[in-house]
T-cell receptor, first 112, second 113 residues
């Protein structure tokens, strides 16, 4: 069975500093990996996803994540955060055509 | 524009009453899902359906029921058997091609008093 571990439940960071949100997964087969962002009382918005090909994937708002098969990780990074990045971030995994399995989330708080 | 609509956004019910949450999509996606979100717990799968007239239990199906009579609709009923129904409920749909991915609704916050 698949599982996802987000190692930090809360990450405070100063504005314009870099940030890394950690995600490890377990699965016995090939997986697809996702990062979602959630603002209060809203649904989930896709940040980026890894399906195949290049192990480094990027989003349009400056986030990137790298798929590391040997370490079963898919950490999310941003070199310089903004106040507007304050939100909850979820890492998720699925095997082909199976439901998404989520981590418990990481609350990113950007401090001015 | 295509998307998923969940209604209502906020719902209040008395303990012991059944309540039905609506989820409608116009994306022509085959698969639909219901997740429950509690603080610090992430999202947990309640039920999912990959085709019309068929659905499967997820990890926390007890106290919930669903139907899938139409491709566009996947309503979730929270029954009186659900011991702790107060939560944020998210509906999602999925497509395999041309771009593999999931689309989420904006959620329904259910409060049982």
């Amino acid at each position: 069975a698949q599982s996802v571990t987000q190692l930090d439940s809360q990450v405070p960071v100063f504005e314009e500093a870099p940030v890394e949100l950690r995600c490890n997964y377990s699965s016995s087969v090939s997986v697809y990996l996702f990062w979602y962002v959630q603002y209060p009382n809203q649904g989930l918005q896709l940040l980026l996803k890894y399906l195949s090909g290049s192990t480094l994937v990027e989003s349009i708002n400056g986030f990137e994540a790298e798929f590391n098969k040997s370490q079963t990780s898919f950490h999310l990074r941003k070199p310089s955060v903004h106040i507007s990045d304050t939100a909850e971030y979820f890492c998720a995994v699925s095997e082909r055509n199976t439901p998404l399995v989520f981590g418990k989330g990481t609350r990113l708080s950007v401090i001015a | 524009d295509g998307g998923i609509t969940q209604s209502p956004k906020y719902l209040f019910r008395k303990e012991g009453q059944n309540v039905t949450l609506s989820c409608e999509q116009n994306l022509n996606h085959d698969a639909m899902y219901w997740y429950r979100q509690d603080p610090g717990q992430g999202l947990r799968l309640i039920y999912y359906s990959q085709i019309v007239n068929d659905f499967q239990k997820g990890d926390i199906a007890e106290g919930y029921s669903v139907s899938r009579e139409k491709k566009e609709s996947f309503p979730l009923t929270v029954t009186s058997a659900q011991k702790n129904p107060t939560a944020f409920y998210l509906c999602a749909s999925f497509r395999d091609t041309p771009s593999y991915g999931y689309t989420f609704g904006s959620g329904t916050r259910l409060t049982v008093v």
